[in-house]
């Protein structure tokens, strides 16, 4: 019975000491900053940080504390805002190098329209050349005509440079006091008219100085002094 006795205490020693050191493993892992890795919800990567538990083995945590890395969420923030810009970049170059009108690429198109409008439209084609893809009718019509109506071969016409007006058009605020219609800036001017040219001739169906011109101008001329500046813009 002595001998039994004795293995009980011995045996009871031996449990007290492994729960003793069970319990001090625990408390002082509970202590200790480990790294995990979490999922950051904005950056939506895997991201490590440091994570400290307060409390101890007895009762839960009362605070979870979590230090993100922001600097290298900025990074990847950084990273995907050049991944953006670069795919931006290569859609503008190939979107330049598509070929828009006459076998011409837009910025091609451009440079042939510059090569006819002078004086205050110099360099303009570019406006033209997007203004006339973008709405489906034909540049080199719709240069012509400004170039008929406002003389800018040599020097623009009084309503071009007091008010913006590059095709002729009636309405309110009138230029000056009178019938023609003014526009703040020459961009504007130019966008009215394009706009104009598609829906009140394009749209129906008229796409030929010879079609627009009895409903443009009364002139009986007017188609075939279109059809010249057509023809020397395809040369230019």
């Not at 790294?35 to 101890?56: F, P, R």
């Not at 090569?115 to 084609?125: E, K, M, P, Q, V």
Request: hydrophobic fraction near 35%; glycine fraction near 8%; charge should be neutral.
């Amino acid at each position: 019975m002595k001998i039994s006795g004795s293995i009980k205490a011995i045996s009871m020693a031996i449990i007290i000491c492994l729960l003793g050191t069970i319990y001090c493993s625990v408390v002082l892992a509970l202590d200790k900053k480990e790294e995990y890795t979490v999922l950051n919800s904005n950056a939506l990567v895997g991201e490590k940080v440091q994570i400290s538990l307060e409390g101890n083995f007895k009762s839960s945590p009362e605070e979870l504390k979590i230090d993100v890395n922001v600097e290298r969420l900025k990074k990847i923030a950084e990273e995907e805002k050049a991944k953006e810009e670069e795919l931006k970049r290569k859609e503008a170059e190939e979107k330049a190098k598509a070929i828009v009108y006459d076998g011409l690429t837009l910025e091609e198109l451009s440079a042939k329209l510059n090569r006819t409008l002078s004086s205050d439209l110099t360099g303009y084609g570019h406006v033209f050349a997007e203004k006339a893809i973008s709405l489906g009718i034909d540049p080199y019509l719709s240069v012509a005509i400004v170039m008929h109506e406002t003389g800018c071969k040599w020097n623009c016409s009084t309503l071009l440079k007091q008010c913006n007006n590059v095709g002729g058009m009636k309405g309110s605020p009138g230029c000056n006091g009178g019938s023609y219609k003014a526009f703040a800036t020459l961009d504007e001017g130019i966008d009215a008219y394009m706009n104009n040219l598609y829906k009140n001739y394009f749209s129906m169906g008229l796409t030929t100085p010879e079609t627009i011109g009895p409903k443009y101008a009364a002139s009986k001329t007017w188609a075939n002094q279109v059809t010249a500046y057509i023809n020397e813009i395809k040369a230019a």
